[in-house]
């Protein structure tokens, strides 16, 4: 399966003096998913949550080599997701993502 969305990356920046607040960088790449898993864990709430284990390949640019640390998030399917795993594969980034990111 073909992926084309974007990964967010967030950085914690000086808004003002002693003010620090979240900054989120998007950027698109294309790639491929290589896993595509869902599962349903109950929660405190009504509905189960949903929790994927999803593994997408990036073809990654010079931009995500320097802000690995920065990666948060991936638009996938419409929602962001939180990104749990980087694995470096040169020229591939492998991003595992998993609950929902909710940082947005």
């Known amino acids: 399966m073909r992926f084309f969305g974007t990964v967010g990356y967030v950085e914690t920046?000086?808004?003002?003096?002693?003010?620090?607040t979240e900054s989120s960088t998007e950027r698109s790449y294309s790639g491929d998913v290589l896993r595509n898993t869902r599962r349903w864990q109950p929660g405190e709430n009504l509905n189960d949550n949903v929790s994927i284990n999803n593994s997408i390949s990036i073809i990654a640019d010079p931009y995500a080599y320097q802000n690995l640390e920065k990666?948060?998030?991936v638009e996938w399917m419409g929602v962001f997701w939180k990104v749990t795993n980087i694995d470096v594969q040169r020229p591939r980034l492998i991003l595992t993502i998993g609950g929902v990111y909710n940082g947005k």
């Open 13 to 20: 920046v000086e808004s003002a003096p002693g003010v620090w």
């Open 71 to 73: 990666i948060k998030f």
